[in-house]
């Protein structure tokens, strides 16, 4: 089977196509109905079609479907290294540990402390991405760290950027070592965090009129006394973020986390947007962004489908390969925050019952992607759609043309990937609505007791 792949010629191929079925990918019109998209040039990117085509002609099929499978996992192997530095106890290490979807009480939190803490330079690497790697800094300017060996000690030159977090009060120390970075030319993003205590504060202090102000009208003040005491220029001002780590659905948390995902080259955003997680920030646009990076996986795990398709591996089914199909679900399941940790996690950071969230999710996709899951949901859309067969499949060979592919294989993954990964966008979408909702009516209620308190207050004698 395996010299019939690699001798195959232009007819052989349209045999292929005329004894099977084809199936394209589902989609929903605005009136709800389902259409089925055929693969587009933006499917695929001309340098991947040429490394694979290359690669067909020396694996054959089999090297041709391990390749393929390592294009998805490329990014793994690529490294990114985010240095956060800044004084003491403006909160290093707590950034740190909500970029990693974790507290200072994990095992692999770092340590979190009311005193001074962090001691040395040290490196944590992503949950999900072992060379994803954060380094928490000590603060420049205590007695363990002056200035002067501070850059020395931190390797300061060896970070793809910087996070140069401050709190309460912009000061000297973080002028410097602002300064410091720009002459190394590289790019730094200035982080004030522990925002929502700046909130708190305002509101505190300034009772009467702060009432029906919003939170960002509030830090409105902040950003400017930043922007004078770096004095950046306007198109400099997009890189100041306000945060807090214990409300990343709130604030610029969201806005940084994109920020930086742009500033990357491909392979490092692709590493970095797979770490995020669109449930802590409660973000649509986090969550398209990782949809669309794994629907575009999707064409690659087809192929590599439609090849080992031809061959007689055992363990695989007739038409396509269902373990990398369950593996690939599971991934998507995951990197959405579906999963049964990601849902425990969602339902305590946003105070929400984790049996809705589960019960939620339950209507789209099951808990775990099981075999009999992934064969009900293809069956469903093998007999729905036999009609459009040649059209999608004479679309696909003039991409690949030299490349011989179990059309079925190929198209029954293809349809099959993007219908779990459609069910899955619609649960996760369900997941933050409910706990955006739940934010809301919290706000509501605190503001209510707010004006309540106001009301009630005796004016002082
Ligand atoms: N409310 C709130 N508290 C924060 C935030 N970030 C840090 N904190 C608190 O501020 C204190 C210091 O936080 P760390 O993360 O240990 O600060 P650090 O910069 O790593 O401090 P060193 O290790 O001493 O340099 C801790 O009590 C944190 O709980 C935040 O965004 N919001
Ligand atoms: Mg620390």
Redesign the pocket.
Known sequence: MRNAANQCTFPYCLSLIVITFAFSSPRKNMAGETNWEKPTAADFCSNDTKEIEEAYQLGGAAGFARILQEHNERWKTVPLNIAVI??????????INCSRNITAEDEEG?????V???EEVRSYAHPDNALLLYW?C??VGTPKFPRGTYLEKIGFKRYDFYLL?S?SRFTDDDQWLAAEIGKLGKRFFYVR?????DVFKQRTSHPRSTVGQSDDEILQKVRKDIVTKLELKDAEQDNIFL????QPAKFDFCKLQDTLLTALPDLKREAFLYSLSPMGMLSKKILQKKVDALRGRIWKMALASGVVGLLPIPGISTAFDIGMVIAEGRFYQQQLGLDQQSLTSTAQTHKVDVTLLEETVALSIPGVITKDFVFFLSKELATETAGQAMEELLKFIPFLGSLVVAPLSYVLTRRTLLAVLDKMETAAHNVIDICVNKAHQQALEETREDCENLRNKKPAI
């Open positions: 800044g004084q003491s106890g403006v909160g290093k290490s707590s950034y770092a340590q979190v402390d009311i001074e803490c962090t928490d000590p603060g977090l709190s965090t522990q925002s929502g205590v945060i807090d780590s214990y």
